[in-house]
């Protein structure tokens, strides 16, 4: 997707949080730039194991909704995981892992607006 056509469907928050709320996208947001590294595991249903997707494959599901879990990881914490430069060693972790697995049926709750995480001392 090229700048001129991505901008209007995805520059401001509004238009985020209206696709969002469709359920097309699920945006990993920090507020800060920047190139982070996301390993995403998908479950293959009924309580089964996950198999990594990579790439920029688009997860879809034949049995309905999809949702996700999104964990942040501090990489920086784990032994070998910093070169003496301070930028990633090949053996660090990514910055997101990402669990994706169908919904159930007690899951009516999903994320709508456009922050990943609740920030410390703020309501939800």
């Known amino acids: 997707m090229d700048y001129d056509t991505w901008d209007p469907?995805?520059?401001?928050?509004?238009?985020?949080?209206?696709?969002?709320?469709?359920?097309?996208l699920v945006p990993i947001n920090i507020r800060s730039d920047g190139a982070f590294g996301v390993l995403v595991h998908v479950g293959v249903g009924g309580g089964?194991?996950?198999?990594?997707?990579g790439?920029?494959?688009?997860?879809r599901s034949a049995r309905g909704p999809l949702r996700g879990v999104?964990?942040?990881i501090a990489w920086e914490d784990e032994?070998?995981?910093v070169n003496e430069d301070g930028t990633?060693?090949?053996?660090?972790l990514p910055?997101?892992?990402v669990l994706v697995s169908p919904t159930g049926p007690e899951q009516d709750l999903?994320?709508?607006?456009?922050?990943?995480?609740?920030r410390p001392g703020e309501p939800r």
């Not at 790439?55 to 997860?59: A, K, M, T």
């Not at 999903?110 to 922050?115: I, L, N, P």
């Open 79 to 81: 032994e070998g995981g």
């Open 55 to 59: 790439g920029n494959r688009p997860v």
């Open 48 to 53: 089964g194991g996950c198999r990594s997707v």
């Open 9 to 24: 469907q995805l520059g401001e928050d509004e238009d985020v949080e209206r696709h969002i709320r469709t359920g097309s």
């Open 88 to 92: 990633p060693s090949a053996a660090a």
């Open 95 to 97: 910055d997101f892992v």
């Open 110 to 118: 999903f994320r709508s607006g456009v922050e990943t995480f609740d």
């Open 70 to 72: 999104i964990h942040l």
